[in-house]
């Protein structure tokens, strides 16, 4: 029973620090809330649930092949800042809103998708920690495994939406010029994402010191 409550424990605190800590997703939620509304932010906060899954699965055969990790994770983390790169400038280059303008499709779940599949934080979270904690709990019983996905998401995604709920309930203050100022401020920190991102990859392939 302690085993499992510690399985359980683990779920709540690492999908709460993994839900509010700063990252690409929480920023793009943050960023389409804003510019699209509460239900685009939501639904950037749930793109883990979809996504995760083949992630889980991509690391437990990483797992089989370790020589090939770190080429892997290089890719991803390269291919994941060029979008992280896009996506800054679409929020460094935003307009003031224009209430006569024909609205342009959010593409939310697209742009989430992608975004968290083009970033190698989930991968290396997954092969370092949630991967063997879920083999750990396999081995008390098939409960557990399922205790501490369950955890997990519902404290990664919970706290997400509370970010995104916290930054509609301040829409009216975000008028003119202080709603492009904070895309733009958020477009700057997607691009520091995509820095980190590019070192992250050379590292992988071993061009600079991690």
Same mark, same amino acid.
């Given at each position: 029973? @302690?085993?499992?409550?510690? =399985? ?37 906060? &749930?793109?883990?649930?979809?996504? %995760? ?5 991509? $690391?437990? #055969?990483?797992?089989? @092949? !370790? ?27 935003? *307009?003031?809103? %224009?209430? %006569? +303008? ?7 779940? +697209? ?5 968290? &599949? ?12 949630? $991967? ?27 706290? /997400?939406?509370?970010?995104? &709920?916290?930054?509609? +309930?301040? @829409? ?9 100022? =904070?895309? /733009?401020? !958020? ?11 590019? *070192? ?5 392939? #071993?061009?600079? $010191?991690?």
């Amino acid at each position: 029973m @302690r085993t499992e409550i510690t =399985i359980l424990l683990s779920g709540i605190v690492l999908g709460l620090s993994a839900g509010i800590s700063p990252g690409p997703i929480l920023t793009l939620a943050i960023s389409q809330t804003l510019q699209h509304g509460l239900k685009e932010g939501i639904k950037i906060a &749930f793109v883990p649930v979809i996504t %995760d899954l083949p992630i889980i699965a991509i $690391t437990l #055969g990483l797992l089989s @092949r !370790l020589s090939e990790v770190h080429t892997i994770l290089g890719i991803i983390a390269l291919l994941g800042s060029l979008f992280l790169i896009y996506l800054g400038y679409e929020c460094v280059t935003i *307009k003031p809103v %224009d209430p %006569d +303008r024909k609205e342009i499709k959010p593409q939310s779940l +697209r742009k989430g998708i992608l975004a968290n &599949f083009l970033n190698p934080n989930p991968y290396l979270f997954w092969l370092s920690v949630g $991967t063997p904690i879920i083999l750990k709990a396999h081995q008390i019983n098939l409960l557990s495994p399922t205790l501490f996905i369950i955890t997990f998401y519902i404290c990664l995604v919970g706290s /997400k939406c509370i970010v995104v &709920f916290l930054t509609e +309930r301040s @829409r009216h203050l975000l008028k003119s010029k202080y709603y492009v100022i =904070i895309n /733009k401020l !958020l477009g700057i920190v997607l691009w520091i994402f995509a820095l980190l991102f590019i *070192k992250e990859g050379l590292g992988h392939f #071993g061009l600079i $010191t991690l």
